[in-house]
């Protein structure tokens, strides 16, 4: 297991992230959509990915409507000052006009009620789910700031934001004198490169950690799902994130072909593709299963060569979208010349 700096900070994260959205009771909130694990699997799966070298685990104040973080601290239990806890602020499981959203009442209230789940006194990496368009981000940078200066929260990352909004947020961060966000979680998988135009080059430029979310697109990534075999499990009754499937199929043609060359599955080859992707700090693997997470696990041990990466960038290459079809101008190059030949 490999270990980089969570953007620009002294904080190390394995290069593999363990997610905690599957952990539920079986009849479960999200038991029926996800999966759920139960408390003695979830127990199970922390410790396979602690042997393993992972030091991160991602949870949400809303998977599985909390019960997701009670089953992490419980499985942590007293290996807690060892692990670094991330969770997320913004969805809620309540109905009141003041429950969802980074207000700070929302945010005051939110923290300490994961805190109080998790069963511990300060969280490692606290992310803003999604951008709140109802609350100025000057509110929610302030009382994020105030969790770091109380001792409460160690670090402030964001999740499913766009790149004018990170943006925008970095330059108010900095020009409050507040706490910066020092990671992005997003969406990228072999199927899903649409961050790769904006939100990857808009991280690397400020200096953000990323990490990665649903790098198996919903299990459609794992080698079960084929033109001739549409597969069971999640993706039958909870399409997300979407895909397109007739490309999709064309990648997995090609996961097949790399994975048989290297004796290991098609998940492992996915996962390897994008830990070689550069911009990605760590990757969050979840699953339902310990064979499951055995198998993801085991993702840092490939190395893909150079032709195996181009022929996976060949087959799940996206179109551009503007500005960026318009070709980048060369010194001593004219504006006719830039087109005349396209």
């Not at 302030?142 to 925008?168: E, P």
Request: charged share 20%; glycine share 8%.
């Amino acid at each position: 297991m490999k270990y980089f700096p969570l953007g620009n900070t002294g904080l190390y994260v394995s290069q593999l992230t363990l997610g905690a959205m599957t952990f539920d009771e079986p009849d479960g909130a999200f038991a029926q959509m996800i999966g759920g694990t139960g408390q003695e699997l979830a127990n199970r799966m922390v410790d396979l990915a602690l042997d393993a070298g992972v030091n991160m685990i991602d949870t949400a104040n809303v998977y599985s409507a909390g019960v997701s973080e009670v089953m992490v601290g419980k499985a942590l239990g007293n290996r807690r000052k060892d692990v670094l806890i991330a969770t997320k602020v913004y969805n809620t499981f309540g109905t009141g006009m003041n429950d969802l959203g980074t207000s700070r009442l929302a945010i005051m209230r939110e923290v300490e009620a994961s805190l109080k789940r998790l069963n511990t006194d300060w969280i490692d990496l606290y992310q803003v789910h999604n951008f709140d368009v109802t609350t100025p981000l000057e509110e929610t940078l302030r009382a994020l700031d105030d969790l770091v200066r109380q001792g409460k929260v160690r670090y402030i990352g964001l999740s499913n934001f766009a790149a004018w909004q990170i943006a925008k947020a970095d330059g108010l961060a900095r020009l409050l004198g507040t706490e910066r966000f020092c990671s992005v979680q997003a969406y990228y998988s072999l199927v899903g490169r649409d961050l790769e135009q904006e939100i990857i080059p808009a991280a690397m430029d400020l200096g953000l950690g990323t990490l990665i979310w649903s790098p198996l697109a919903g299990g459609f990534l794992t080698g079960k799902y084929t033109r001739d075999h549409a597969g069971e499990g999640r993706r039958a009754n909870f399409q997300f994130p979407p895909v397109n499937l007739e490309q999709g199929y064309n990648i997995i043609d090609v996961l097949n072909e790399i994975a048989t060359a290297h004796e290991a599955s098609v998940a492992q080859i996915a996962l390897a593709w994008l830990l070689h992707k550069p911009g990605v700090t760590s990757v969050i693997v979840g699953a339902r299963k310990e064979s499951q997470l055995v198998d993801n696990l085991k993702s840092v041990e490939i190395e893909l060569s150079a032709d195996e990466m181009a022929k996976l960038d060949e087959v799940s290459a996206v179109p551009p979208q503007y500005p960026h079809w318009i070709p980048p101008a060369q010194r001593g190059e004219t504006l006719l010349s830039r087109f005349s030949d396209r």
